[in-house]
């Protein structure tokens, strides 16, 4: 068989502000692979599916001198994040052809991979579509399933409130809370985002832009618990509508990622008073002691109709 | 015996700024009250003996309508906080005269109280002057002790910063952070409370008026764990030197009680990266768990000269 084409999204360049692709990103198609001859090297070949797109690839694209838990991306290499790929050859025997794994995958058609113990096997008894493993059946799903099991100490009757709550994470979240029996109150930056959140269970689902937030903790609150996607004037607006001991999930501060100029907090000293408790966490620390009780749980119950997802799907 | 004066410090107008004495508390001996004869009512005459000068006090001088889990006063009643009293007659089976309690006591000299389960009998075996179980083992004390206790997680060779490092708490939680091995940076305002930290065993002790903390935590860090007791300006450059997983524990945050103008932190997007765990209490929440532990444990540990203290007395 001929060569085929080997596409790849490249990072180009550190962006200022948000990222262009054509400018900070570049799709490149002048390589070419050999699907029957490529050297594996004890190794096995793999053909990417799905690869997910979210805020944290942002963070990455970032000068090598900055230091973050999380590793930088390299000018002129694929930007890389979470995937699923098939195996189409293997020298290896932890996987044979016909495998889907789910991992770090390049943002590359085609790629051989040495180490098996990077990527997991994914099995899907429950015949869901491969995609719905980069969503609510993988990191973002595993993000909210970690830290609402180890943080929320949710008590039925309990109040949330989730921000972004449209999301992969705070969709899974408002189901989650509503499985435990919590009240939801739910903010998404759209009507059309609203609807879906409220579609999936939320109590009260409010635009973020149209309505103040605040007024709507006042009249809904005080919250038990907050799920936190986007900090600043949302995490504000959070610790003034916290009751005494609210629990603080903090999984993500969009709104702070892109900007120069940080939201200043005032109201902190409710962190004494209120003794609330907050919990920054990175998806990763947890999974030792989540996955697997993760994967067995929530695919079935996405299979069954028991938690509902929304995808954004593009083809390249 | 004839009546005899029964003085008393009255809580008289709310403060705007700082409390001035004579003028948002003043002092009233126009009550008497005849010790022998006072009516017990089955409950128990007190002589106060020491009571516990605190922050928190400025906080309850406030007006009633401001909500807080912390009473206010009321104008024209005495003041009233941690004290030790000794008992002069008694009609309840609970103490004897003679026998010494702990508890909340008004800012007056003597008073006839009827509940015994709001006090504590202070057994005192090891003989401790009784100011000292209003202060390292007293409310001040088990702040440190049930704090460090339940979120320090601290590990041999760590690092804690300690902010008011020279007070009853943060002179505690540096002996207890040494105890266990940790390396101390700690805090405070002036050359003389500095002197009196490292001479208690905290191996990087300065004064943050003529110091700048960031420079030294920069230097002496990361952080592991952060004793706040200060919050604002400290709490940022406290998160900024954090090393990943730090703890922060929220006791107080004395630079915002008393300002019209919150100092707006702007670096919080690091709990998320870092993944720092904050945890704010009072130290009443902890009381059942760790009292008994805190009395067998502590006044040992004070009579032997292992935990040191210095007390600031005013004899009136």
Known sequence: ???????????????????????????????TIDLEKALLNGGFLVKTLVVSIEPVILGRMRDQSIKSPIPPFHVGQPLNNYGVGKVLRSENSTFKPGDHIYGML?????????????????????????????????????????????????????????????????????????????KVIASAGSDEKVAFVSSIGADVAFNYKSVPTRKVLEKEGPIDIYWDNVGGEMLEAAIAAAGTFARFIECGMISQYNTQDPYPLENLFNIVTKQLKIYGFIVTSLHAKYEAQFYREIPCRVAAGEIKYKEDIHCV
């Open 1 to 31: 068989m001929a060569p085929v084409k080997n596409g790849r999204h490249l990072f180009n360049e550190i962006p200022t502000g948000y990222p262009e692709p054509g400018k900070t990103t570049i799709y490149d198609d002048s390589e």
């Open 106 to 182: 390049p943002f590359q058609e085609y790629f051989v991979a040495q180490d098996p113990k990077r990527y997991k096997l994914l099995e899907n008894k429950e015949g869901l579509s491969w995609s719905v493993y980069i969503g609510v059946c993988g990191m973002p799903g595993q993000t909210a399933y970690y830290g609402w099991k180890e943080w929320s100490s949710a008590k039925k009757g309990e109040v949330l409130f989730v921000t972004a709550a449209s999301g992969p994470v705070g969709s899974t979240v408002v189901q989650l809370a509503k499985a435990d029996g919590c």
